[in-house]
């Protein structure tokens, strides 16, 4: 073989792979801070209690750019059994590139998430790390009965982070007038008033009182 195409060939397996390299340098489009796919990661994750409300603050970062978040998932959790779901979707389909931003939940009929006072916060400035990659997220929803919330975040190319909050709500709804009845696979919430608790609490009183007379007279008590 000539010396000039044995030259050619070997030019060629060195042009290739950086060819690749910037192609694929390129494909990250909007990337925040310049680098090949990474997965999303969470800078915080924070559970507060608002009266009867519960709101999940996460602090997303994805270092193709937080434009890069596809959709993050809230699964709430009771010892295994999925009690709801909720999601943050930034896109319809990891095909489109218009933003719907929206809040949504699985089952709907729950009405757990209280949509309007869920919140999403992403900077349009680049000047640092931060703005190009982080993006913050509030989910809202009514306390109801879970024992842990597993969080999974997605970026368009289908890479995904997760984390899992240990959180049991069971004292919490009891000290609410609520008791837990075991039906099937799944217990069943029935909420009881504060005045059928005191109607109650009068007749095991009255028992009690009745109960004493009747051993006092028995006994040959005044």
């Not at 997965?39 to 915080?44: E, I, K, L, R, V």
């Not at 930034?90 to 919140?119: A, G």
């Not at 997760?162 to 069943?188: C, K, Q, V």
Request: hydrophobic share 40%; aromatic share 14%.
């Amino acid at each position: 073989m000539n010396k000039k195409y044995l030259i050619l060939v070997f030019s060629s397996f060195l042009v290739l792979p950086i060819c690749f390299s910037i192609s694929a340098y390129a494909g990250s489009g909007s990337a925040g801070v310049g680098v090949l796919n990474v997965p999303p990661s969470y800078m915080n994750v924070t559970l507060e209690q608002h009266y009867s409300n519960l709101r999940l603050y996460l602090n997303v970062s994805d270092y193709n750019s937080w434009e890069d978040i596809y959709e993050v998932k809230v699964i709430l959790k009771y010892y295994g059994l999925t009690m709801g779901t909720f999601y943050f979707n930034q896109y319809e389909d990891i095909t489109k590139y218009d933003k719907i931003n929206e809040f949504s939940e699985t089952p709907s009929k729950n009405n757990l998430l209280h949509e309007d006072f869920c919140s999403f916060y992403s900077s349009s400035k680049k000047e640092s790390i931060v703005n190009k990659c982080n993006m913050e997220i509030r989910f809202v929803f009514s306390t109801t009965w879970f024992t842990d919330i597993k969080v999974i975040t997605s970026d368009r190319a289908g890479a995904t982070a997760e984390t899992t909050i240990n959180y049991n709500t069971e004292d919490l709804m009891r000290s609410s007038n609520m008791i837990m009845i075991p039906w099937f696979d799944r217990p069943i919430p029935v909420q009881i008033s504060s005045i059928f608790l005191n109607i109650i609490a009068i007749i095991a009183s009255i028992i009690v009182v009745i109960q004493i007379i009747r051993k006092r007279k028995l006994f040959g008590g005044d």
